[in-house]
């Protein structure tokens, strides 16, 4: 069964606020100064809750609770946008967003993997949608995606990013961290996991898994210092995982093979089994 680039997602009532992301990939600090460190981002679409304005920063809080500092031109004030009831969300790790339904059509928008707008219209192969600040564009739908079972999907999503750039606070093909990267893929297969690797670890108490019986998808933990939990991978099977340093890779804790890293066998502290996620329990 293919599935579109595009997903889409009928009688989705959102709820209402004020504050909309109006751009593709929005920065989130850790303090209301762009001298501050970069903690996660938004993309396209989210509706954060405002907690706090200082000047013109807000104090937000998303979808997953994590808390942070948005810059007013991030995004568009339009208290009906999450009131529309049909709605598509981007398969594509990243396309343009189109003044009309056509290739050559001029841009007015970029958008990325996992972004849900409201949809107006459609034209073929074009989705029309609405945009935060109420304008409408254009999105090719171009079926790309084979349903999976819910490992295999984890792993094929996974192998999406590969290539994908480090990027510390990142959460978007255009960079991750390795618990943004985690966490993305998860979202995809309808799970909400927390944004840290230290909160992933906690998770549920998830049951632990020797590594020689690690199926795809379950999760990687290392540290180097007891309490603190600063990567997180998946594993494709066995020893060998996808994470998310320097770029998207696939690395092995099997000392035979040629992609081992010998320095993650070193702070190697525990396979987690994800089953239980997948399976909504």
């Keep these: 069964m293919n599935q579109p680039a595009i997903e889409m997602e009928l009688e989705r009532p959102r709820v209402r606020t004020g504050l909309v992301v109006n751009t593709g990939v929005a920065n989130i600090y850790g303090e209301d100064t762009f001298q501050s460190e970069v903690v996660t981002q938004a993309i396209l679409g989210e509706m954060p809750e405002v907690l706090d304005q200082r000047g013109k920063w807000f104090s937000i809080r998303q979808w997953d609770d994590y808390q942070g500092w948005l810059y007013h031109f991030y995004m568009s004030k339009n208290p009906?946008?999450?009131?529309?009831?049909?709605?598509?969300?981007?398969?594509?790790?990243?396309?343009?967003?189109?003044?009309?339904?056509?290739?050559?059509?001029?841009?007015?928008?970029?958008?990325?993997?996992?972004?849900?707008?409201?949809?107006?219209?459609?034209?073929?192969?074009?989705?029309?949608?609405?945009?935060?600040?109420?304008?409408?564009?254009?999105?090719?739908?171009?079926?790309?995606?084979?349903?999976?079972?819910?490992?295999?999907?984890?792993?094929?999503?996974?192998?999406?990013?590969?290539?994908?750039?480090?990027?510390?606070?990142?959460?978007?093909?255009?960079?991750?961290?390795?618990?943004?990267?985690?966490q993305t893929c998860f979202k995809a297969n309808g799970v909400v996991l927390p944004r840290d690797a230290r909160l992933q670890h906690t998770f549920r108490d998830l049951p632990p898994v020797d590594l020689a019986d690690a199926q795809p998808g379950d999760l990687f933990f290392f540290s180097e210092k007891e309490q603190r939990i600063p990567h997180v991978a998946r594993s494709v099977g066995g020893g060998d995982f996808i994470h998310s340093s320097g770029w998207g890779r696939i690395e092995s804790l099997e000392k035979e093979s040629p992609r081992y890293n010998h320095l993650l066998r070193g702070i190697f502290i525990t396979a987690k089994d994800v089953m239980e996620l997948l399976d909504g329990g």
């Design 80 to 182: 009906e946008f999450g009131t529309h009831r049909e709605w598509i969300r981007v398969n594509a790790l990243t396309a343009h967003i189109r003044e009309e339904p056509a290739e050559a059509a001029v841009p007015i928008r970029d958008v990325v993997f996992g972004s849900e707008l409201p949809m107006i219209s459609q034209d073929g192969a074009w989705l029309e949608v609405l945009l935060p600040d109420g304008l409408s564009g254009w999105l090719r739908d171009d079926p790309q995606e084979t349903e999976r079972p819910p490992r295999e999907q984890l792993v094929h999503i996974a192998r999406r990013f590969l290539g994908a750039p480090y990027m510390w606070g990142g959460k978007t093909p255009k960079g991750f961290d390795c618990s943004g990267f985690i």
